[in-house]
């Protein structure tokens, strides 16, 4: 719709940022999108067949949800209509269901766009369903956070989740060119300024034209390379939210790195998350989960590095104690690796779940009282420093309950070590019934 300030011709004269201005006019002008927009892809399909479906558009910021929904409405004759759930409540919702049903008495459907929809509760995503399933709504919602986690299973099964991707180095390329051209002038720009501003971008493409106005608007003597750069356009914080998906597929990354000994890449993963203003003591709890979860016993030393590492850290605090989490995340990528105890502990655990409250064999008890003397507590028992080898090969399982084998020590580091002791022990344990 437009407004009388439209009417009256006065927007196209009125001044718009550059990234307003490049705003895509049609889908193929989209970059960075192929997967989704290209030829048999899930919304080329749609716009062939000429039936839209309700759509959750999941993606970084920048990449462009809010121009692929609006160009959508108008490839398929649908009003579209813009909300953002920051801003909007229940009573809003209502005003945007009643202007869709005025709407379609006059044989035109809407398309309601948004934004942010992660950021409305439950009882606020409901109230999307029965517009959805009667087909007064085609909904079109744009999410940072994995939908996953943030909506309901109700309103997932109703919609199409497409992943849009961060912009890549080709994508932001194809973006400054648009600009130049627009601005009718080349980026002030070395080589290597040029792929030091993209990466200052990190994928966004409404940052890198915010950042390419700021330059075309600074009087310049030359060419900038990535250290003027940087003195003149102040970088943005890596996105990094440590309490949603971000923070949890860093985490993930790094456990991973260091589980499989990639020294450069579990450097890069820790640093990353320092460097966005992860709190150390928690990923010193996270190297310590991956000394007992992964190197176990093959190499005792572990958890006490990740340990030390905390010591240092409360004595030297940020930035210096930094350097002793990267050298326990170091002894841990490099260490054997087991998770022997890790999965003997799960599988026990399992064990205990299903036998219930089965009672120790009568010399594994305690007999402090006369009567449980008398009750056969402690009777059999023999102690073990009074056997040869210290051992007197007892089965310590409960009596109606098979004997099973939890852990198995790899043979690897200390546990190969480990391994032969047990081997010992076992050959010796005497048959049950002695």
């Not at 759509?55 to 970084?60: K, M, R, T």
């Not at 900038?224 to 998906?245: C, F, H, M, N, S």
């Not at 299903?354 to 009567?371: D, E, H, I, R, W």
Request: hydrophobic content about 40%.
């Amino acid at each position: 719709m437009t407004n009388l300030f439209q009417s009256a011709g006065l927007e196209v004269t009125a001044p718009h940022p550059l990234a307003d201005k490049l705003r895509p006019k049609t889908l193929n002008e989209i970059v960075g999108q192929d997967h989704i927009l290209g030829e048999g892809r899930p919304l080329a399909r749609m716009i062939a067949s000429r039936k839209m479906s309700s759509i959750i558009l999941w993606g970084p910021p920048g990449v462009g949800k809010t121009t692929i929904a609006r160009l959508l409405a108008d490839q398929a004759d649908l009003e579209f209509h813009q909300i953002s759930a920051i801003f909007s409540g229940v009573s809003d919702l209502r005003k945007v269901f009643k202007q869709a049903e005025g709407r379609r008495m006059t044989g035109r459907g809407t398309l309601l766009f948004v934004d942010e929809i992660h950021r409305f509760n439950r009882a606020q995503q409901d109230s999307f369903l029965p517009h959805v399933e009667s087909g007064l709504i085609t909904l079109f919602g744009a999410t940072t956070e994995n939908p996953s986690f943030e909506l309901n299973a109700a309103l997932l099964s109703r919609t199409q989740v497409l992943t849009l991707n961060r912009l890549d180095e080709d994508a932001l390329e194809q973006l400054i060119l648009r600009a130049e051209t627009e601005e009718r002038r080349p980026m002030p720009l070395t080589d290597e300024g040029r792929s030091a501003l993209k990466i200052m971008a990190d994928g966004d493409g409404r940052f890198l034209l915010n950042l390419v106005e700021d330059l075309l608007s600074q009087p310049l003597a030359g060419e900038l390379g990535p250290k003027e750069l940087t003195e003149i356009v102040q970088r943005r914080a890596p996105i990094y939210d440590k309490a949603q998906e971000g923070h949890f597929n860093l985490v993930s990354a790094l456990h991973k790195a260091v589980r499989g000994s990639d020294a450069d890449a579990a450097l890069y993963w820790l640093a990353r998350m320092l460097v966005a203003g992860e709190d150390p003591l928690y990923l010193t709890r996270r190297l310590v989960r991956m000394a007992v979860e992964d190197i176990g016993l093959a190499d005792p030393q572990a958890l006490q590095q990740c340990l030390a590492a905390k010591e240092a850290y409360d004595f030297l605090g940020s930035p210096e104690g930094e350097l002793a989490l990267a050298q326990a995340t170091l002894y841990l990528v490099t260490a054997p690796k087991s998770n022997a105890a890790y999965t003997a502990f799960k599988t026990a655990t399992r064990s205990a779940r299903a036998t219930g409250s089965l009672m120790p064999p009568p010399y594994a008890m305690n007999a402090p009282t006369n009567l449980m003397k008398e009750l056969g507590y402690s009777d059999g028992y023999q102690y073990d420093h009074d056997a040869p080898d210290a051992y007197a090969g007892l089965d310590y399982f409960p009596p109606d309950m098979p004997r099973e084998e939890f852990y198995a020590p790899v043979p690897r580091g200390f546990e190969k070590e480990i391994r032969k002791r047990l081997e010992f022990w076992n050959a010796r344990r005497k048959p049950r019934g002695n």
